[in-house]
């Protein structure tokens, strides 16, 4: 339990002890004080050691109470609440020993439960006023511990570590377990403040919380940790906080996981050149950068990126005042940020004048900023940048090389950067059961299939006659997700999300794919790829509306969704024309599934058929809808607008099969028959007519008052019966409601 | 840490190269296009007007590559003489008429258990009856 | 591939629909539900040949209708990852050639792996378009709409309503045919 007072929001119970402890504190204080000087680090890790220990040997001496010597605590711990705790459980002997082997000194022991309180408050008082002193003295030296502590890293115990060996402080069985509890996410960090409060408030009552600590992890939202004997007082403990769902499951943590629980990990936030970044403010707020130089301090690091030079500024009037202009331009694009684009040295001249620009060897330098290669190359603080998360996309990347003039700029860009990149993310991405390929290192060219994940090493069942079953360890960042040609596949983050499609080849980290919706290519990076055995329903479906739905736009528009994106369609309306709509400029889908439309011969034209246009473009397709009787939105994939949907008049179109009318119009609805629904309809049309009338209730469409019920003195109008009830649409609130016949009664 | 990843069940992968047809079609009988040809061209019941049934027709139409049903079964007849010929290794070297043993071989992997002669002999015989077909 | 397979089929009937022509609602039934379908199991359904056991009704408690489970013979085409088809193109793109393959529709695409790490982007442009024919880098021939290929599949995705495919031509033997 390493780095635990990080997270630790609170212990539950034994206040009482550290106040006695802080008495103690006073006496021994100087020459504790003198030694901190010389090893924060071990200090560090020695109070942890005390955390430790508390746990583990209060449960031996219960009952004597004991003031323990906090002289080591660092000087950032009085932030922290409280440690120590009541717990009635025997262990630890071993670790006990240890303890008192670095000479704890005991006893003050004999207040009152009654006094505590006082002496409580007053050593408070104390103690926050030896702690003013304290920081008056040395400040630097709480820097230092300051900057030590920030500095530190999840193997703190690592180290030259004299008195305690660290598997000493890790959990065993005997400690008491972690409990992961859900709760409303956002909402941990109050959570766990309402629990320290309430185990304050229960404290001194008959039921003090049993809990040991708890804490959450910004990195797992929805999700609090309990230290705790067993699952029952974490429920006892949990009951009447809102917002936190035991009933969910309070989950048993294992023991080997508790650690890692509280590890920190240290962001590694290096930045070399040729490392992607992205801007986090201004003009260029989410561009992609690439770090070309760093100054020596680290601050500021030189970044190249494709400019957003406003060609079209507003205040043309005062052609002498650069300056001016430039505050000008700049205000203007907090509102409207200009396109990215190459600097384009006649363009800007035109528009700035040929004085705004000056030009060396082989840059320009236009308002204050240097431009090379059409990119633009500026100092930025790292503070302003972000460092993790870049994800470059590949249009990005591929804006990058193709350079300024459109062409390949090899040579501008190194792609092993690029597969650095995504490499890094790629660790994360990987999943058991994952194809991979090893493609550095001495397994390169190994590929098999991942079989477990651990930190940054994955074991790998390599595919191959050699390896016969034998399972190899590789580092993740070795390996890459492996697709050949024709993989199904699904893109998982990215502007593609949720694409799916077929692998149609595969350069090193980059997959192209052939979209099962779109019928273009896409290329990714591998990583952000899984192979799918669904086609991608995601893809199609926004709201309520899915591709190919004839939907109504306004009273006079409909249209045909050809193409969804994530959040919005393409939408091709009757007259031809495209329309970007979200799902909240649509008002209602259509079923056009009744429509009825004649071709051009004065067959009737149904949904599905395949026909071909008389005149004009003579193009084939298959009906998707028709509206008003009068167009009709055809499908064929060969014609590569708009998805290949396109609109026509119903009445120039031709069924492409030569169909006997009459035939297939009997098949169709004998292929649709359902004929206790239809109502035998279409049967009557084979000769039967006496069957066609049978199943309908002459109720249906009574007018009808109800007589009895919740619902009595409504009227309505029954629109189906079913034995003894009938479902009774009413005329107030549209309302359908199923009620017993019995209760309706006939109205004229 | 929270969920645990489950290894995704691994489907058997089908492999027309290897012969693993799946279940539903290892053992399934094979249709030449000649033979789809003759059973849709000659079907009593009126045609469905369906992409597919019109698709496939021109397809049959434009590929099948012996046009009567006799000479269809002596193409039959003649690979039936190999017997290590599974029903899709028949029905792939009569729709695609390799030349050679070698073409075959290439455009049918599974045939490597051929000896290269004997197929070359079947893969003559069919280009001779494919020339000759009334 | 195509095959000829023993199928069922079934098939709910209404009583207004008991009588003497039952056996032919039931069959016209059969071939309306499932001449031209494809599912991922079987593949398209062509076909059917013949019709095996039409079934006997089970009337069914409750609403009365009679379930007949169908056994009939059919013509079925599906492909298979690793065979060579021939195919008939139908639209050729920048990005390659879609080919019919009977009721399958195959993409393969043309893209041409260059030594590896030469750009993302170059293949884009290093291919020659004749209008909207393409030369394959490969083998200098000429692939436009009707153009009859011999290609191998190499990737399917089967839906509930179609099958898609990808194929190559980039192997020995395979590429237009005469």
Known sequence: ?748 | MTTRLKPRSQVEDEDASALKLGAEFNNAGCLLISEVKYLLENRDKEAPDTAVYNKTLEYVKTFAKFNTTDSASAVRETLRREPALTQFETAQIANLCPADSDEAKSVIPSLVKVDDDRLQTLLDEIQTMRRFQS | MFFIKELSHTILLHPSYFGPRMLQYLESKLYADVEGTCSGQFGYIIAVVSILDIGKGMVLSGSGQAEFITRYRAIVFKPFKGEVVDGVVNNVNKMGFFADVGPLTVFVSHQVRHSPLVSITSFRITNLFLGPSLLTASSPQIIEKNTKVRLKIVGTRVDATEIFAIGTIKEDHLGVID
Not at chain 1, 406 to 432: C, F, H, M, W, Y
Not at chain 1, 512 to 539: N, W
Not at chain 1, 619 to 629: A, D, E, I, P, Y
Request: charged share 35%; hydrophobic share 35%.
């Open chain 1, 1 to 748: 339990m390493s780095d635990v007072e990080d997270d630790f929001q609170q212990h539950s119970g034994g206040l009482d002890e550290e106040h006695e402890e802080e008495e103690e504190e006073e006496v021994e204080h100087p020459p504790k004080k003198d030694r901190r000087r010389y090893d924060d680090d071990e200090e560090d890790e020695d109070e942890e050691d005390e955390e430790d220990d508390e746990d583990e040997d209060e449960g031996v001496d219960r009952g004597r109470k004991r003031a323990k010597h906090r002289h080591r605590r660092n000087a950032v711990n009085r932030f922290l609440d409280v440690e120590a705790e009541v717990d009635e459980d025997e262990e630890e002997e071993e670790e006990e020993d240890e303890e008192f082997g670095r000479g704890f000194i005991d006893e003050v022991g004999g207040d009152a439960d009654g006094e505590e309180d006082v002496v409580a408050r007053r050593d408070h008082a104390r103690l926050d006023r030896r702690q003013r002193e304290l920081n008056d003295q040395d400040l630097a030296k709480i820097a230092a511990d300051f900057s030590e502590r920030a500095r530190r890293t999840s193997v703190r115990y690592s180290g030259d570590m004299n008195e305690i060996p660290q598997r000493l402080l890790m959990p065993s069985v005997h400690d008491a377990n972690l409990w992961q509890v859900r709760v409303k996410p956002g909402k941990e960090r109050d959570l766990v403040f309402s629990l320290m409060r309430k185990a304050i408030d229960l404290e001194f009552s008959n039921r003090p919380l049993q809990i040991l600590s708890a804490f959450q992890r910004d990195s797992l939202p929805g999700m609090i940790y309990v230290e705790a004997r067993s699952a029952k007082q974490v429920n006892e403990a949990c009951t009447g906080l809102v917002g936190i769902y035991p009933s969910r499951g309070i989950i048993l943590v294992p023991i080997e996981e508790m650690a890692s629980l509280l590890q920190i990990k240290k962001q590694d936030l290096t930045v070399t050149p040729g490392t992607w970044v992205r801007i986090r403010r201004g003009k260029y707020q989410g561009d992609l950068a690439q770090v070309m130089d760093i100054t020596e301090n680290g601050e500021e690091v030189g970044l190249k990126f494709i400019p957003r030079i406003d060609l079209n500024p507003r205040d043309d009037a005062s052609a002498d005042g650069k300056k001016r202009k430039k505050a000008g331009s700049t205000q203007a694009s907090f509102s409207m940020r200009p396109p990215q684009r190459f600097f384009n040295f006649e363009e800007v001249v035109k528009v700035y004048g040929r004085k705004a620009v000056s030009k060396r060897n082989q840059q320009f330098v236009f308002q204050n900023d240097t431009y090379k290669n059409g990119f633009i190359e500026k100092d930025f603080r790292l503070t302003a940048l972000q460092l993790d998360n870049v994800n470059p996309t590949l249009d990005e990347i591929t804006q990058f090389t193709r350079g300024k003039d459109g062409t390949e700029n090899e040579a501008n860009v190194d792609l092993s950067i690029i597969a650095e990149a995504s490499r890094k993310a790629a660790i994360s991405v990987l999943q058991p059961g994952d194809h991979v390929e090893v493609f550095e290192g001495e397994q390169s060219g190994v590929h098999g299939t991942v079989h477990s994940i651990e930190q940054d090493v994955v074991t790998i069942q390599p595919v191959g006659v050699e390896f016969d079953g034998q399972r190899v360890q590789i580092p993740a960042r070795s390996v890459r997700k492996r697709f050949k040609p024709g993989d199904h596949v699904k893109v998982m983050t990215g502007q593609n999300a949720d694409e799916t499609g077929l692998v149609v080849s595969v350069m090193e980290s980059v997959v192209t794919f052939l979209s099962d919706m779109s019928m273009q290519e896409v290329s990714v990076f591998s990583k952000d790829l899984r192979e799918a055995a669904e086609v991608g329903t995601g893809t199609n479906i926004v709201g309520n509306y899915e591709l190919h739905d004839l939907v109504q736009l306004d009273l006079q528009t409909c249209g045909v969704i050809f193409k969804t994106e994530r959040d919005s369609f393409r939408v091709l309306d009757q007259n031809g024309q495209v329309r970007l709509v979200q799902p909240h400029q649509i008002s209602m889908r259509r079923d056009s599934s009744r429509a009825i439309a004649t071709d051009s011969e004065g067959h009737e034209l149904r949904i599905g058929d395949n026909v071909k246009e008389v005149d004009g473009e003579s193009r084939k397709g298959r009906v998707l809808h028709t509206h008003q009787s009068f167009f009709a939105f055809l499908h064929n994939r060969d014609y590569p607008d708009n998805g290949g949907v396109f609109v026509t008049r119903a009445r120039s179109l031709v069924s492409l099969a030569p169909k006997g009318n009459v035939m297939k119009l009997g098949s169709a609805d004998l292929s649709k028959m359902d004929p206790s629904r239809s109502g035998g309809a279409g049967g009557g049309m084979v000769g039967s007519g006496m069957m066609g009338r049978g199943p309908r209730d002459r109720l249906i469409g009574m007018n009808v008052v109800v007589i009895k019920g919740p619902t009595k003195g409504y009227l309505g109008t029954i629109k189906d019966t079913n034995g003894p009830v009938a479902r009774v649409e009413l005329l107030t609130g549209n309302k359908v409601i199923t009620i017993d016949k019995l209760k309706l009664h006939h109205k004229k």
